[in-house]
């Protein structure tokens, strides 16, 4: 009994060993059937490398494709930004390693070739995009040999290699090269037809890169190249710049200021007061309204609106909101920015147009509501319609368009006249601190360095010399198909932009009411908003002297959206600087004594 006793236990603890070594197998087995997954590859777009606007989808070129093409559902974000992406030929699965598998066999006739022969020679690229990482590489390779006679020779890439960088069984980065094997020549013009075997291997590789931080790791990675080792030394720069500016017409101002408030009050005490000049004498006329009262309110209506969509995107970028996964989400926050800002754009309008003593006030809104989406739309209706005839992805398709009216219709329109009515309701008279006369006072003539168009020269210029910088980074980016990560420093930039429209807009004020000038409405509007025009020939000197851009297409885009961005700094700009403008002239006017 002793010895039975002693073998059950033995027995007992052996049992336990196999039967955890089966579970173990087992565990490990079910692991690597579902490291196994399927991994898609989703094929997008090639175009021109030279024109980031020019994309056209991949399956355009005689390349390997299924049956049948089936598309990927797309976010109204990545159709706004040109994505078509399609199921590909290609079987990858999670952790498995793939040595020259050969995708498809085809045999080009004489017009394919020639199509990928002129795609080659044109430096076109394609992007693929797996698990939302794009990857990018070239159609094919340019050798140029002998300069006299010079010849070329044209080669295509049939092999893709992908390495997979993961870890904890998520995929962190994508690579994908085309020179593993060598190339395919193409030189031979003469033949008709010529077969060609696609193939693409796969290899996976671990890092330490955590899933939360591929992102970073990505924009460190790209395809395209990055010029940003200066970045923060010439922020830096435009900084102290602005606010050595900044603190220069700060400290003139408050002093020329307080010299003449000074011997004002002198004037009063000794009973004798000197002739009036200068801002003080037209006391009775600086607060005469505008014309065109209806459109000056919808310009600053619409300049608040756009005021507030760039500190919600700016507020959503910092948050991370716009990471390389996340394909268009800028363009989608844009535009659902602009539909539910729209009430900013009646608010501030009605509101103004209240205090103005407006009387049209069906027209008022009318005018606010389309005062950028008739522009924005009849640039983009040409530009669309371009890009539809050459066959290019930017061309949205007819129900995209149908989402944009019916999201203006019946959201941006509506908010818009639903803002009108409560800045009419909820504002007071314009409570101004002087009475203005019934007759206008005379301007006198100024000398031509105090005219409208000096000032405005300089109200744009000053500016825009503040965002130089940053405007050549965002320009090589946007246009170069680069993704901007660097928010934080744009949003310092904005900051930036801002003070300094306001402190010069101010300065430039106080000048023409100097020169007994009152018309400063519409000048501060101008004045500011002149800073898109000197953006505006940064971008032709940026398109012509920084890019290699060419051909009609993408002339046509590159002009026609800077355009309209040089449209929306006019607005946004011209908005604070008439603001600015009328908070330092109520400062000053209630500081004087008036009879």
């Known amino acids: 009994m002793g010895?039975?006793?002693?073998?059950?236990?033995?027995?007992?603890?052996?049992?336990?060993?196999?039967?955890?070594r089966m579970s173990e197998a087992s565990t490990r087995m079910r692991q690597i059937a579902e490291t196994l997954y399927q991994v898609i590859v989703y094929v997008n777009k090639v175009g021109p490398y030279s024109n980031p606007q020019e994309t056209y989808h991949y399956y355009s070129l005689p390349v390997c494709r299924p049956p049948k093409i089936v598309s990927k559902d797309l976010t109204l974000g990545e159709v706004l930004s040109g994505d078509r992406m399609a199921h590909s030929l290609y079987d990858v699965k999670f952790n498995e390693e793939i040595n020259n598998k050969q995708l498809c066999s085809l045999t080009l006739n004489s017009d394919e070739l020639n199509s990928l022969r002129v795609a080659i020679e044109e430096f076109y690229y394609f992007e693929f995009v797996i698990d939302d990482i794009?990857?990018?590489?070239?159609?094919?390779?340019?050798?140029?040999?002998?300069?006299?006679?010079?010849?070329?020779?044209?080669?295509?890439?049939?092999?893709?290699?992908?390495?997979?960088?993961?870890?904890?069984?998520?995929?962190?980065?994508?690579?994908?090269?085309?020179?593993?094997?060598p190339p395919t020549s193409l030189d031979d013009d003469s033949v008709t037809s010529l077969k060609l075997e696609f193939t693409y291997s796969a290899k996976w590789h671990r890092t330490e890169t955590r899933y939360k931080d591929r992102a970073k790791y990505i924009a460190n990675t790209g395809f395209f190249p990055e010029t940003?080792?200066?970045?923060w030394l010439s922020v830096i720069n435009s900084m102290v710049l602005v606010f050595l500016l900044m603190g220069f017409v700060v400290i003139i101002l408050s002093r020329i200021l307080k010299h003449d408030l000074n011997r004002m009050s002198d004037e009063d005490?000794?009973?004798?007061?000197?002739?009036?000049?200068?801002?003080?004498?037209?006391?009775?006329?600086?607060?005469?309204?505008?014309?065109?009262?209806e459109l000056?309110?919808?310009?600053?209506?619409?300049?608040?609106?756009?005021?507030?969509?760039?500190?919600?995107?700016?507020?959503?970028?910092?948050?991370?909101?716009?990471?390389?996964?996340?394909?268009?989400?800028l363009m989608a926050s844009a535009v659902i920015l602009y539909?539910?800002?729209?009430?900013?754009?009646?608010?501030?309008?009605?509101?103004?147009?209240?205090?103005?003593?407006?009387?049209?006030?069906?027209?008022?809104?009318?005018?606010?509501a389309n005062l950028f989406t008739v522009p924005f739309f009849l640039i983009w209706s040409v530009i669309n319609t371009v890009a539809w005839i050459h066959g290019t992805t930017q061309a949205l398709p007819y129900t995209t368009v149908l989402i944009l009216a019916f999201m203006w219709l019946f959201v941006g329109f509506p908010l818009t006249v639903l803002g009108?009515?409560?800045?009419?309701?909820?504002?007071?008279n314009f409570d101004a601190p002087c009475r203005t006369k019934n007759i206008a006072r005379e301007i006198p003539q100024v000398a031509w360095y105090r005219t409208s168009f000096v000032r405005m020269l300089v109200g744009g210029f000053l500016p825009f010399s503040a965002i130089s910088v940053e405007l050549y980074y965002i320009f090589s980016t946007f246009w170069g198909r680069e993704q901007y990560m660097l928010y934080g420093i744009l949003t310092i930039v904005f900051i930036i932009l801002l003070s300094v429209t306001?402190?010069?807009?101010?300065?430039?004020?106080?000048?023409?009411?100097a020169a007994e000038d009152y018309r400063w409405w519409w000048q501060s509007i101008v004045t500011s908003g002149s800073t898109g025009l000197f953006v505006f020939l940064y971008a032709v000197f940026f398109y012509f002297n920084r890019s290699k851009m060419r051909g009609a297409l993408q002339t046509l885009q590159f002009f026609g959206y800077t355009s309209i961005a040089c449209y929306v700094f006019f607005l946004m700009l011209g908005t604070v600087g008439f603001f600015s403008s009328l908070r330092f002239i109520r400062y000053i006017y209630v500081n004087i004594k008036m009879d």
Not at 420 to 428: D, L, V, Y
């Open 3 to 20: 010895n039975i006793s002693r073998g059950k236990p033995a027995a007992a603890s052996s049992k336990p060993d196999s039967t955890t």
């Open 339 to 368: 539909a539910f800002t729209s009430c900013v754009a009646g608010y501030m309008s009605g509101r103004m147009y209240r205090q103005l003593q407006g009387e049209h006030w069906t027209w008022n809104i009318i005018l606010t």
């Open 296 to 329: 000056f309110c919808s310009v600053l209506g619409v300049g608040c609106q756009f005021l507030s969509i760039f500190t919600g995107i700016l507020i959503f970028a910092v948050c991370g909101m716009f990471t390389v996964h996340r394909h268009g989400s």
């Open 228 to 231: 940003l080792e200066i970045h």
């Open 269 to 293: 005490d000794d009973g004798s007061p000197e002739e009036e000049n200068g801002w003080k004498i037209i006391h009775t006329d600086v607060f005469r309204f505008p014309v065109n009262r």
């Open 420 to 428: 009108g009515i409560f800045g009419k309701n909820w504002t007071a």
């Open 134 to 181: 794009p990857l990018r590489g070239f159609v094919g390779q340019v050798e140029e040999t002998n300069l006299f006679p010079h010849k070329h020779h044209i080669y295509v890439y049939t092999h893709h290699h992908f390495d997979f960088h993961v870890n904890d069984n998520q995929i962190i980065y994508v690579n994908i090269s085309t020179k593993d094997h």
């Open 502 to 513: 306001a402190c010069i807009s101010i300065a430039l004020t106080y000048f023409q009411l």
